[in-house]
């Protein structure tokens, strides 16, 4: 079974750094990637989606990630982040055998940023 | 506007009581999901269904139930055989298939006294 894996559970960024998340997938074939933003209380956003094609992929809110199949990772990065970015992120994997029980969600990182 | 509405946002519920908690969408998607979000955790599925009339059990199904009756509308009723069920409630709906990203509603919150 796939699975996905976030490997910091917490991460703090002074407003105006960059950011990267990481995010590492365990499938055989092309997996369906996703990034999700969930602000306290609240549903999930996506930020952005990876299907095929060109490895770096745009997303909303100036965020980016890349698809590199040789490390398993879809790590999702921000040139400069701002205070309304502290939320929490999950990364998500989809397969392309079937997907009838949808996505398959890492555990989340949650961004914390200082002023 | 289309989207994914839950109801109640907070709920509270004494022991031993069962509740429901509604899910409807006007997207016109197939597929729903209820995923149970506890700190720590993330999201896990606990219930889904690809077409009216038929879902199937996620991971942690025991001590819920759905139903399907309608294509907009996806209840979960939290039973009294579930032990811990305070926790973040998350419905979700897609066309279906791995490579369509799913939509979430805004959650409902479940508290046990």
């Known amino acids: 079974a796939q699975s996905v894996t976030q490997p910091d559970i917490h991460i703090t960024v002074s407003e105006g750094a960059s950011l990267e998340l990481r995010c590492n997938y365990s499938?055989?074939?092309?997996?369906?990637l996703f990034w999700y933003v969930q602000s306290p209380g609240q549903g999930l956003q996506l930020l952005l989606k990876y299907f095929s094609g060109d490895t770096l992929v745009q997303g909303i809110k100036g965020f980016e990630a890349e698809f590199k199949r040789s490390q398993s990772s879809f790590n999702l990065r921000k040139p400069s982040v701002h205070w309304s970015d502290a939320a929490e992120y999950f990364c998500a994997v989809g397969y392309s055998g079937g997907g009838a029980d949808g996505l398959t969600f890492g555990k989340g990182t949650h961004l914390i940023i200082q002023p | 506007d289309g989207g994914i509405t839950q109801s109640p946002k907070y709920l509270f519920r004494k022991e031993g009581q069962n509740v429901t908690l509604s899910c409807e969408q006007n997207l016109n998607h197939d597929a729903m999901y209820w995923y149970r979000q506890d700190p720590g955790q993330g999201l896990r599925l606990i219930y889904y269904?690809?077409?009216?009339?038929?879902?199937q059990k996620g991971d942690i199904a025991e001590g819920y139930s759905v139903s399907r009756e309608k294509k907009e509308s996806f209840p979960l009723t939290v039973t009294s055989a579930q032990k811990n069920p305070t926790a973040f409630y998350l419905c979700?709906?897609?066309?279906?298939?791995?490579?369509?990203?799913?939509?979430f509603g805004p959650g409902t919150r479940l508290t046990v006294l």
């Open positions: 269904s690809q077409i009216v009339n038929d879902f």
């Open positions: 979700a709906s897609t066309y279906g298939g791995a490579n369509n990203e799913q939509f």
């Open positions: 499938y055989g074939a092309t997996p369906y």
